[in-house]
Every structure is written in structure tokens, then in C-alpha cells.
């Protein structure tokens, strides 16, 4: 679902954000930057279009788009050099909300049902000029679209919903999918217009850029400037606290300590404090913000960085004299650049014998595969005689992956068998030849596990 609001576009063109199709004047070499620029300011969303030109160049923008989408919390709708089903997966692996195809291009409106089909409709937009689609193609597309974006600005201001039907071209069927509308008029006023149409789910263009170019980057400027013109933004709802700073027991120094951990991975990954302006905005604004003690002022985690802790849930524990904070963490948690602050190594026990109680675990299963794959480095750089992945090493790549092939073989012969025990060896031996190829090709399970919460989303 859109959130209804602004939607900055950025067009990408050879690792810069230019200004236009036509415009090829560079606006920002840090196209990921002025996303968060934007973010800053209060946008809703961004609109990004790859005009790269070749298959390096369009990997490059790939590249780009999923540094973008790891970097920000907005939604992120993608579009541009999209001609088949690849090229949507890529948007949407690169962390895309939304694909947007261009619907100007049969072949794309006949894509449309695959990509549906295949990464669910809330997953796929569609993109033209009013006039670029026959009449009655609509109601074709219209089951396998979740939002239209208009690229012709508009050259009046709709002011009510039964104006949907003409931004359309008077397609009915088109009117029934929200649309996102862009304008070349940066006065909040015609903005504002626009955004109170019942069907307008989001307004984007070079005005809404300009808007935000002309308030300086200012989210309470541009925030006013639209509730002063009539539209009032539709506020994400959050769960009200359940406690009042008085409710807590605060330090001598009458700050509460707060234990950071991240929620995909469960890594704690910084303590910092609050005193009660600190812990009242991050309550009200869902980032993280703390107290220095050295400063004797309070921080945006972030703010400077651009490495914000997004918060996710806020626990107190049993004595209300510590806080959990589980966040979504971006960039780097640590000033030094790591993304924990606890990476120095006091002492580490390991177990002579792991205990039966540990192995029907299940809870565990990340923290396994963690073990086994630091074994598997450990056995790499410190070889041992006689140790079968140290002959997988010495042999290379080539040995590896005739390994993983036959494992692979083995558990499709072990999922016709009756019973399930052959299945869970022949899955464990896999997994165990996986983490060898991992490791000869530097990739760990964190990369993994990064990959798939993009998928999630």
C-alpha cells in the first residue's frame, strides 16, 4: 500500500542523480545521500528511473538502487530499463517496495500478468503518459496493477474524486487504480489539490523536488506549507506508550540506560542513555535519540551519519531501570565504522562437548550455522591433517562444486523416500558443502540473512 504523500523523483545516470529524461545536468554525484536528504525532509517516498544505457551501466544503477534501499525507510518505487521478468526481480531483490513497469511499451503490458503473478500485485506499477495506452487496455491491466504513475505533468488541479476518471484519459477501469501524478508546479497549493483527490495516492516531478529545494531540505516547512494549502498528512500509526518517563528509575544522573539490539540478526549493538526529552522523541518520532553525556546535549542517532536506528519495539526490564531498544539499524551502529560497538574480544570458553539440551534446540538454528561456518574459516586458515575441508580447500572451487552438485542429488533422491530422517542428513551434508563454497567465495551467512529480509519486505 502507498502511503499518501510526496514522492521526490530521481533519475540515475551514470552513478549521479541528473535532472530530468530530457536533462542530463547532474544534481548530486551521491544519489544515495540526497535520498536521504529527502527522507529528512519529510518525504513520503522516492521515485527512481534508471536511464543507463548498456548492461555494465545498468548493473552499476542496480547497484546504486539497492545501496538506496538500504539506506532509507521510505518507500522506494523503481523503474526504468525493465523489459522482462529479470529485470523486475532485480528492482524488487534490490529492495524495491514497487516495479514500475512502462505500460507505453506492449511488451510490457503483456509482462504485467507474469511479474503479478509471480511477485504479487502490490509489487507492480505501471508508468506511461495519459495518452500512452489504446483505449480499453485498462481493463486488462487493471487486475495486475497496484498503483498508475502519470509521467505527463498535469496541467489542472483536480478538486474532488470525481476528477480520477479524467486523469484516467475517461477510463473508467484506469480511475479504480491509484495513481501517482506528476506535476511541474512546486507551489504547495497546486500540490496540496492534487493530493486531496480521493485516487491520487502520491504526487511526484520536478515541482515536488522543487518544493523541496526551495523549503531547504526544511520537513517542517514543507509539512506546514501543505497543511496551511489544505492537505494533512495521513500519520503512521503507532502504538501509544505504555509508560511515562515517571515511570522509570532513573541514574544518579537522571538518565536511563538503554541497551541497543537489532531486530533481524538479535545483535546487541550499542548502550547509550535518555534523559526525557531523548526518550519523549524517540517515542514520537520512531528514531532512535539519546543523551551525550560528554556533549550534555541530545542526539539523533544518525543525524550526521546518516546511520539511523529506526525503532521496531521498546521494552523496559523487570526494575523499569533499563530500556531494550530493537531497532532496524542502518549503515554502521559504531563510530569506529563496525556495525557493532562490541567487537573487542575479552575471553571465549569453548565447548568441549555441546550439550544434548543445546541440540534440540531449534531457537538456535542462525547461531549454528554462525559456529559452523567459523569452524569452516578456522579449519582454512589454520589447516589440519587429516581434515576433509582442508581437502576441499586444497582441491578448489572445482572439487567444491561437484560436492554440492552430488549433495544436491542426494536430497532429491532422500525427498522420495518414506521416513524423514535420510532427508535431514542429506539437507545437513548440504548445508555443510554450501558453507565450504561460501567460504571460498567470501560470503558469509549475515550476507545471507540481509538478502532475505530485503525479500521479506
Given at each position: 500500500m502507498i502511503k499518501k504523500g510526496i514522492y521526490p523523483c530521481i533519475w540515475l545516470l551514470r552513478g549521479n542523480a541528473v535532472r530530468g529524461f530530457e536533462d542530463d545536468t547532474v544534481l548530486s554525484g551521491d544519489p544515495a545521500a540526497l535520498v536521504r536528504q529527502y527522507e529528512e525532509a519529510g518525504a513520503d517516498g522516492v521515485l527512481l528511473f534508471d536511464l543507463?544505457?548498456?548492461?555494465?551501466?545498468?548493473?552499476?544503477?542496480?547497484?546504486?538502487?539497492?545501496?538506496?534501499?538500504?539506506?532509507?525507510?521510505?518507500?522506494v518505487i523503481g523503474a526504468g530499463n525493465i523489459r522482462r521478468m529479470e529485470d523486475v526481480k532485480k528492482l524488487i531483490y534490490a529492495g524495491c517496495d514497487l516495479a514500475a513497469l512502462n505500460l507505453s511499451k506492449k511488451s510490457n503490458?503483456?509482462?504485467?500478468?507474469?511479474?503479478?503473478?509471480?511477485?504479487?500485485?502490490?509489487?507492480?506499477?505501471?508508468?506511461?503518459?495519459?495518452?500512452?495506452?489504446?483505449?480499453?487496455?485498462?481493463?486488462?491491466?487493471?487486475?495486475?496493477?497496484?498503483?498508475r504513475i502519470l509521467l505527463d505533468p498535469l496541467a489542472g488541479e483536480p478538486d474532488s474524486g470525481d476528477a480520477s476518471s479524467a486523469l484516467c484519459g475517461g477510463d473508467a477501469a484506469g480511475a479504480e487504480i491509484p495513481l501517482i501524478v506528476c506535476t511541474a508546479d512546486a507551489s504547495t497549493g497546486a500540490?496540496?489539490?492534487?493530493?486531496?483527490?480521493?485516487?491520487?495516492?502520491a504526487v511526484t516531478g520536478t515541482g515536488v523536488n522543487r518544493l523541496f529545494e526551495e523549503d531547504g531540505m526544511s520537513a517542517e516547512a514543507v509539512r506546514s506549507s501543505l497543511r496551511e494549502a489544505g492537505f494533512a498528512a495521513e500519520e503512521e500509526q503507532k502504538t501509544p506508550p505504555a509508560f511515562v518517563w515517571s515511570d522509570f528509575k532513573k541514574g544518579a544522573d537522571g538518565?536511563?540506560?538503554v541497551v541497543v539490539q537489532e531486530e533481524s540478526t538479535d545483535q546487541v549493538l550499542m548502550v547509550a542513555y535518555m534523559?526525557?526529552?531523548?526518550?519523549?522523541?524517540?517515542?514520537?518520532?520512531?528514531?532512535?535519540?539519546?543523551?551525550?553525556?560528554?556533549?550534555?546535549?541530545l542526539w539523533v542517532k544518525g543525524e550526521?551519519?546518516?546511520?539511523?536506528?529506526?525503532?521496531?519495539s521498546l521494552r523496559a526490564d523487570c526494575d523499569m531501570d533499563t530500556l531494550l531498544a530493537r531497532v532496524v539499524q542502518i549503515g554502521a551502529a559504531c563510530h569506529t565504522g563496525s556495525h557493532s560497538c562490541f567487537f573487542n574480544k575479552v575471553q571465549e570458553i569453548p565447548e568441549s562437548r555441546p550439550s544434548r539440551m543445546r541440540a534440540r534446540e531449534t531457537t538456535g538454528t542462525a547461531d549454528v550455522l554462525r559456529q559452523d561456518y567459523q569452524t569452516i574459516l578456522d579449519r582454512r586458515d589454520n589447516p589440519?591433517?587429516?581434515?576433509?575441508?582442508n581437502y576441499l580447500f586444497d582441491k578448489g572451487i572445482d572439487k567444491m562444486l561437484k560436492k554440492l552438485g552430488e549433495e544436491n542429488t542426494e536430497?532429491?533422491?532422500?525427498?522420495?523416500n518414506p521416513g524423514e530422517n535420510e532427508i535431514i542428513y542429506e539437507i545437513a551434508d548440504y548445508l555443510y558443502h554450501l558453507e565450504v563454497v561460501m567460504a571460498q567465495k567470501g560470503v558469509d551467512w549475515d550476507d545471507i540473512t540481509r538478502e532475505l529480509i530485503r525479500r521479506q519486505k
Open positions: 543507463s544505457k548498456g548492461d555494465d551501466e545498468h548493473e552499476a544503477a542496480i547497484g546504486l538502487i539497492r545501496q538506496i534501499c538500504e539506506n532509507s525507510m521510505i518507500t503490458r503483456l509482462l504485467a500478468r507474469e511479474v503479478c503473478e509471480r511477485f504479487g500485485k502490490e509489487r507492480i506499477a505501471g508508468c506511461c503518459t495519459r495518452a500512452g495506452i489504446p483505449a480499453g487496455e485498462w481493463e486488462k491491466l487493471s487486475p495486475w496493477l497496484s498503483a500540490i496540496a489539490e492534487q493530493l486531496k483527490n480521493r485516487n491520487v495516492a538518565l536511563l540506560p534523559n526525557e526529552e531523548a526518550y519523549n522523541r524517540t517515542v514520537a518520532t520512531g528514531r532512535m535519540t539519546y543523551y551525550s553525556r560528554s556533549r550534555r546535549s550526521t551519519s546518516g546511520h539511523f536506528q529506526y525503532v521496531r589440519k591433517e587429516g581434515s576433509y575441508t536430497i532429491v533422491i532422500a525427498a522420495k
